[in-house]
């Protein structure tokens, strides 16, 4: 079966559960207030995406005026806070993964702290965020970057242990440095997992951002939906959810493609 074939049977799944979904709010089966029908969900998506205001030329430019729109809004700043969150929770990571991978002193040290803080969800330090940084984007960022570190960190560590010591005996017998096997030989093997993780990270920093939004921030898509549900706003509470997938599909999408001109080396090997 061709990939193009697998793609086409996926979309014809999704038109199939439209239609049933629309057949189900037609057919008066569930209250349209608590599960609107698809062209309930579309319209109300339109609005929110549309702009406000009508478009004045005195006011800016047109494109200023299309991106003013709610849900472009909300978009952005879920999306600012993701990337932040994401950068600094993988600038964590990254450098204490490859040292506790390659060093096995400072893997005995620091594995028992990193187990027990590991489990513990980034939402049971909401508290102490709102504490520390007050509201707004700073405990945001702060409570993605907690949700990146550990899957970037944990698979770095398992990407370095895991090379193969037949790669590392031969650098050495062939008289490279520390710093050469490390650069020529640690990294690039590891490099599969590192990315890996960082797929993982930037996926667990947008189921983040949503809670965080509910809780410190007053824009944002977990905001919006937030807002939506106290005035049982159903239509919009989906149109938001659907936004939020779609924007994970395109990341997720993009960092699969990175992972593929990346690892193109990687591949061929494989194949």
Known sequence: MTEGS????GVLLILAILALWEAVGLLGWVNA??????????IKWWEYLAPQQPYDPDS???LAWLLSGELIQDAMGS??????????GTLLALPMGLLMGAS???YQLCNPLLQILRPIPPIAYIPLSILWFGLGNPPAIFLIAIGAFFPVLMNTIAGVRAVDGIFLRAARNLGASRSTIFLRVILPASTPYILTGMRIGIGTA???????????????????????RE???????IAGMLTIGLIGLAIDQA?????????RWHRGLEH
């Open 104 to 106: 096995r002193q400072v």
């Open 79 to 88: 999306l600012y806070r993701v990337l932040a969150g994401f950068i600094v």
């Open 255 to 263: 960092m699969s493609l990175l992972n593929n001109h990346l690892l």
């Open 60 to 62: 800016g430019s047109r």
């Open 231 to 237: 005035y049982f706003w159903s239509d919009k509470i």
């Open 6 to 9: 697998q793609r086409f049977k």
């Open 206 to 228: 947008f189921i983040v951002v949503i809670v965080a939004e509910m809780i410190a921030v007053n824009n944002g898509l977990g905001f919006r939906i937030l807002e939506a």
């Open 33 to 42: 207030k608590v599960l609107p029908p698809p062209h309930a969900v579309a």
